[in-house]
């Protein structure tokens, strides 16, 4: 098994990126528990900022260490996953293509694991319109670390299909560059219960039908327990690449994929 050589999540059609991310309307305490937050060297990064807006904002695993530093909004299509991220900041149903916001109302916006689902050239021009002169936009990825073949292998049985080549960039339309990246690595550290609760946060595993959740979840379990010899209540260490972008406008429209 070879790791990804992706850029991105694959969809064949804008309908099936659609489609995709419904699944993420239910299941939100779940999703919450297991889905890890983000190292706080990604959320300095927009320090010095007034007003944020976490768009994609999800069960507000971002938008709480944001809260902890800046005046926060929250957006998120979900409305079970935004009541969730209503605790930390004030939020409302919305997309990143149609957020709700007054034109330059807000300094920044950050994008955490949700770039991949949003239409690249209305979600660059919403961001253009919302932010004030001299506005930023954060875009992170946490990513499982499969450059570790057992962490490939679980990947792979997971379904995850988030998992990005190392040095991808993300697709971007006019105004927007990439002003500062910056690339971490960190380390979760999990039950064997706990990685099969994270699998089931998947795309992959919410879209699909009964018979599969359960041979997923029977193909983890061999893994973990038979396979790899831990016990539920061994803690394991589960490695993450943290790929994050500052965004700032340029004249000049950018090629996409690139710096």
């Not at 670390?145 to 962490?151: A, F, K, T, Y």
């Not at 973990?224 to 061994?234: A, F, K, M, N, V």
């Not at 340029?250 to 710096?259: D, H, N």
Request: include cysteine.
């Amino acid at each position: 098994m070879h790791p990804s050589k992706a850029e991105r999540p694959r969809f064949r059609t804008p309908q099936q990126r659609r489609v995709a991310a419904r699944a993420f309307d239910t299941g939100a305490r779940a999703y919450h528990d297991a889905r890890p937050g983000y190292p706080e060297e990604i959320v300095a990064l927009l320090d010095g900022v007034g007003t944020v807006v976490d768009i994609g904002a999800g069960t507000g695993k971002l938008t709480e260490a944001l809260a902890r530093r800046h005046e926060v909004l929250a957006l998120d299509p979900s409305a079970e996953m935004i009541h969730l991220a209503a605790r930390y900041a004030p939020a409302w149903r919305a997309t990143a293509e149609h957020t709700g916001l007054a034109t330059h109302s807000v300094d920044a916006a950050a994008c955490a694991q949700t770039w991949h689902w949003v239409d690249t050239a209305q979600a660059c021009s919403e961001l253009d319109r919302i932010l004030r002169p001299g506005g930023r936009v954060l875009l992170a990825w946490n990513t499982l670390d499969v450059s570790d073949p057992w962490v490939l292998r679980l990947s792979r049985i997971m379904h995850a299909g988030d998992v990005l080549r190392p040095g991808f960039y993300p697709d971007l339309a006019a105004p927007w560059r990439v002003a500062e990246e910056l690339r971490t690595a960190w380390t979760d550290l999990l039950t064997p219960p706990e990685i099969i609760a994270l699998a089931r946060t998947r795309s992959y595993w919410l879209r699909s039908p009964g018979h599969i959740r359960q041979r997923v979840e029977a193909n983890l379990e061999w893994y973990l327990y038979e396979h790899s010899g831990y016990s539920p209540s061994d803690t394991v260490s589960l490695p993450y690449r943290c790929d994050a972008f500052v965004l700032s406008r340029t004249r000049t429209a950018m090629r996409t994929g690139l710096p």
